[in-house]
C-alpha cells in the first residue's frame, strides 16, 4: 500500500500540480480546499505520512491550521511542508515553531518537491 | 532605492516581478513600451484581482491576460471537463504568485501586508485607466505574441530610511521563489 500524502491548498490547480508530482512517483494523494478541509483530512487519515499545506486559504490559514491541530492533540506529530508564496520570516519562525518541517516558496520545483518528500518521508 | 519616488520604486519591482514570474514558467516575456502596445483583440481574456493591505500600504493587483496564454502557462493537463473552472483558477494562482513575489520584494523595505483571496473575471479588452491623482500603475508586456497587462494601485508610505536605501529589492529575502529551506 502506497504512503498517502494530504495536499492542502485552495487552488485546484496547485493542488493538482503537487499530485501529479508526487502521485506520479508512487504516492496516494489526498486533496483538500483549505485548513478546515486540511485538519478533517488529517484527522481522517492517521496513517498518512506527510501534508504539503498552503499558507494563504479563505476560512482556515495553513499555519492557523497547523496551531490548532497542535493544541488538540500535543502529540500531534505529521510532517507538514509549507507551500507558499509567502517569505516572510516571522511566518516562517511561526511555521518551525509549530513542528512544521519545511518553506517551500511557489513556484516549486517539482524535482526539488518530490526530494523534498522522499527526504522527510521516505519511498512511496 | 536610492532616492527613487516611490511610483518609479514600485513599478521597478512590479516589473520585475512580472518578468520572473514569466521566466520561472519557461516563458520570454519583455515590457511593451507606453505607446506600442498592440491594439485590443477580439479574443476571451481573464483578468484576476487581489487586494492586499497592511501597515502603511493599501491596494491591488490585477494580471490581465489571453485565455490561450493562460492555457500556454498552465503546468498540469488541461481539463476536459472543466477547462473554464480550471483557467479561472490558475488565472487567480498566477495574480497570487505576482502578489506573494512584490510581497517578499517590498518586504526589504519593511512593508509587509495580508493578502487576499483572488478572483477571476472573464471579459474582452479588460483594462483598467487609474485618475491622474490615483497610485496606479499600468504595464504592459509581450509574452508567446500575446499582450499582458499588470495593473497595481498601490498606497505605500516608505520611511526615510527606507527611502535612501539603494539595496536592490532582489538583495534581501529569506527563501526565493522556487527554493526551500528545510527546518
Not at chain 2, 479588452?125 to 509581450?142: K, M, N, Q, W
Request: overall charge negative; hydrophobic content about 45%.
Amino acid at each position: 500500500m502506497s504512503k498517502k500524502i494530504i495536499v492542502i491548498d485552495d487552488s485546484q490547480t496547485v493542488r493538482q500540480q503537487v499530485a501529479l508530482v508526487l502521485g506520479g512517483a508512487g504516492y496516494e494523494i489526498i486533496e483538500a480546499e483549505d485548513g478546515v478541509d486540511g485538519a478533517r483530512a488529517i484527522r481522517a487519515n492517521p496513517s498518512a505520512v506527510l501534508a504539503v499545506c498552503d499558507v494563504n486559504m479563505p476560512g482556515l490559514g495553513g499555519i492557523e491550521m497547523l496551531e490548532s491541530l497542535r493544541n488538540e492533540t500535543a502529540s500531534f506529530a505529521l510532517p507538514i511542508i509549507m507551500l507558499t508564496t509567502e517569505g516572510r520570516p516571522d511566518l516562517i519562525e511561526r511555521a518551525k515553531a509549530n513542528g512544521a518541517k519545511g518553506w517551500m516558496v511557489k513556484p516549486f520545483k517539482p524535482t526539488m518537491l518530490l526530494a523534498a518528500v522522499r527526504k522527510i518521508a521516505g519511498e512511496p | 532605492m536610492n532616492g527613487e519616488v516611490p511610483a518609479l520604486f514600485v513599478r521597478r519591482v512590479l516589473a520585475s516581478c512580472v518578468e520572473e514570474f514569466f521566466d520561472a514558467h519557461g516563458m520570454a516575456c519583455e515590457i511593451i513600451q507606453e505607446g506600442a502596445e498592440l491594439p485590443p483583440a477580439d479574443h476571451v481574456e481573464l483578468g484576476s484581482i487581489v487586494g492586499f493591505r497592511g501597515n502603511g500600504v493599501r491596494g491591488g493587483l490585477a494580471f490581465v491576460a489571453p485565455l490561450e496564454l493562460i492555457g500556454e502557462l498552465l503546468p498540469v493537463p488541461k481539463s476536459i471537463e472543466h477547462v473554464d473552472a480550471q483557467m479561472r483558477d490558475w488565472s487567480a494562482e498566477i495574480a497570487n504568485q505576482l502578489v506573494g513575489r512584490l510581497k517578499n520584494k517590498l518586504s526589504a523595505r519593511s512593508v509587509n501586508f495580508h493578502v487576499g483571496s483572488p478572483v477571476c473575471f472573464t471579459g474582452k479588452a479588460i483594462r483598467f485607466v487609474f485618475l491622474p491623482d490615483a497610485e496606479g500603475t499600468s504595464l504592459c508586456f509581450r509574452a508567446s505574441s500575446s499582450s499582458v497587462h499588470v495593473h497595481l494601485e498601490c498606497s505605500l508610505a516608505l520611511g526615510e530610511e527606507d527611502a535612501a536605501d539603494p539595496a536592490d529589492p532582489n538583495d534581501v529575502r529569506i527563501v526565493p521563489e522556487g527554493e526551500m529551506l528545510f527546518f
